[in-house]
Structures are given as C-alpha cells and as structure tokens.
C-alpha cells in the first residue's frame, strides 16, 4: 500500500498563491507517475498536473503559467505551486499515484485538501 498524506491548502484572496505538498509513504517503489487533481463542488475530479518519475510535466491548460507541479524524490514529495489564485480554482485537491510492478498498475489517493480562493 502507498499513504498519501497532502497538506497546504486554505483560504487565499484571488491573486495570492498556495503551495501544496503530499509525501507519499509506504510501498512507494514502482510509482511512475504522480499528480494533483481537483473536485469543486457539483463538478467531476479533474487533472490538474502531473509528473512522471524522468521529471517531465504536464500542467492542463486551464492552469498553465500559474500552476507548477515539482518533486523532491529525496523526501517522496510532490508539490503544486499555485500562483495568481482564481475563486474558480476553489476545489479539495488531492494526490495521487500511480504505481507499476510488472503487470500490475494500482492507483492510490491522498484524502485532500480544501483550496478556497475569495474573490
């Protein structure tokens, strides 16, 4: 099992910025690709960013140029910087991973944080 533990998030006026974190735990080798995505209410969990084990990204473009996904491979730990907040960016956001070993691909979820941007 991987644990996926995200912290970071809060209240922000529009414009200011967050800086998320999730440290993944547990049975971590194998992930190839970790990510941040985001459910507002009503609405569907989305992709927000991810990153894959090689370092490459990759930001939807609702969020490009304000979001940055990184990762600390040291201390198992992905972040998203976002900048320029919108109150539409208001959402839980959660980590997940993706882990391959062989031919087995599992997915593993942190339990969110809430984001809420004022306007």
Known sequence: QVQLVESGGGLVQAGGSLRLSCVASGSIFGITVMGWYRQAPGKQRELVANINVGGRTNVVDSVKGRFTISS???????????????????AVYYCKATRVRGYTTNYYWGQGTQVTVSS
């Open 72 to 90: 600390d491979n040291a201390k198992n730990t992905v972040y998203l910087q976002m900048n320029s907040l919108k109150p539409e960016d208001t």
